[in-house]
Every structure is written in C-alpha cells, then in structure tokens.
T-cell receptor, first 117, second 115 residues
C-alpha cells in the first residue's frame, strides 16, 4: 500500500464525452503527477502539479487538463474522449519536488481503467 | 530526448533461482536517476530500487540488486532467491536530476515465477 488512492476503479465512456478521474495523495505530498498506461506499454507522463500549479507537461493535447487542491487531492480531466484514450491512468505523489532519497520518490496509486467505446 | 529500452518482453525463472532483467537507456545528461518499478496484477506500481548516476556503487535492496554500467548506458536488475510474490511486470525508468517532473518508463518485462 502506497497511501495513494484513485477513483473510480473502472470507467466506461463514449467517444466525445468528458471524464474526470480523481486521486487522493498522502498528507504532506505537495507534488502529484499523472501518467497514461496503454495496454502492454509503460506509463507515459501527462503532467505534474506542484502546489496547485502545473509544473511540467508531456506530449498530450490541451484536452487533457488537471487540478490540484490544497487537501492533497487532484483531478485529471479529459474532454472530447477518443478511442485511443482507453488506458490505465495512474497518479503518483511525492513529498518532495526534488527527491533526494528513495523514500521521497513518487508513490503510485492503483490506477483508473478507462474504456472509451 | 531520453529513451529507455527493455528488450525482454517476458522472462521465467524457477522459484529460489536468480534472474536478471536487462535495460538500456539513452541520454545526453550526466546527472540522473534510474529506477526499477514493479507492477503486480493489482496494478499498484511499487519502487523496487533506485540508482543515482553519480554513484559508482551499485544499489542493493535486500534480494534486489542492480548492475549499473554508466558508459554502456546499461542498468540491469538481479533478483536473487526468486519468490512467487516477485511475479509482476517490471519497468526500468529514468528521471533527470535537474528536472523535477517526468519519469520516463520502458515498455516493461513480465516476470513469471515457476513453482
């Protein structure tokens, strides 16, 4: 157990719809990152938030957006869903923006499996 | 851009034996971290081991150890005394020491433990 939770566990949406995925980090973790993991692939970085501001972004279009809240929760929003958005979405939090020791590295949640039909 | 390559999609090992998972990476940076993550069927990604590029000594965590060859850009994971609970997807990953955002993952190696 990493102390990071995500909801829902599974979700089915139709192409063109919008979806919101949620993540709850450990208390004190002020950095949260989101990753997309397609079937049979490694996770791909979507973006990172630090103290409620976007801190870095991967090669994902603007229809992927996020929010981070002061209570250590965060959201990933995806608009205009496409079939290729079907994947496992992982959030990861850490207590330090620049981890210097192994215990400060990112702690991953169990993910949300999104299916777009 | 940095890349991480895992050339072994699947591996099997007999319980109690030793297995080595391979990883190569490409970067022009000199300061970075390398990781091995484990993702069991429950999906929760767990950090197994971390290596700082500036350290010559190979990292070890109990039954897990790495062979870090910086010049060759090679980073393999050795699991000793394999246990049934080691069965999982293993991802090799990279993070720049000078950036605080993304971790770059390989495609993974699925490890089967044979009883």
């Amino acid at each position: 157990e990493t102390g990071v939770t995500q909801s829902p566990t599974h979700l089915i949406k139709t192409r063109g719809q919008q979806v919101t995925l949620r993540c709850s980090s450990q208390s004190g973790h002020n950095t949260v990152s989101w990753y997309q993991q397609a079937l049979g692939q490694g996770p791909q970085f979507i973006f990172q938030y630090y103290r409620e501001e976007e801190n870095g972004r991967g090669n994902f279009p603007p229809r992927f957006s996020g929010l981070q809240f002061p209570n250590y929760s965060s959201e990933l929003n995806v608009n205009a869903l496409e079939l290729d958005d079907s994947a496992l979405y992982l959030c990861a939090s850490s207590p330090s923006r620049f981890p210097r020791k192994m215990d400060d590295e990112q702690y991953f949640g169990p993910g949300t499996r999104l299916t777009v039909t | 851009a940095q890349t991480v390559t895992q050339s072994q999609p699947e591996m099997s090992v007999q319980e109690a034996e030793t297995v080595t998972l391979s990883c190569t990476y490409d970067t022009s940076e000199s300061d970075y971290y390398l990781f091995w993550y484990k993702q069991p069927p429950s999906r929760q990604m767990i950090l197994v081991i971390r290596q700082e590029a500036y350290k010559q000594q190979n990292a070890t965590e109990n039954r897990f150890s790495v062979n870090f060859q910086k010049a060759a850009k090679s980073f393999s994971l050795k699991i000793s005394d394999s246990q049934l609970g080691d069965a999982a997807m293993y991802f090799c990953a990279y993070r720049s020491m000078n950036r605080d955002d993304k971790i770059i993952f390989g495609k993974g190696t699925r490890l089967h433990i044979l009883p």
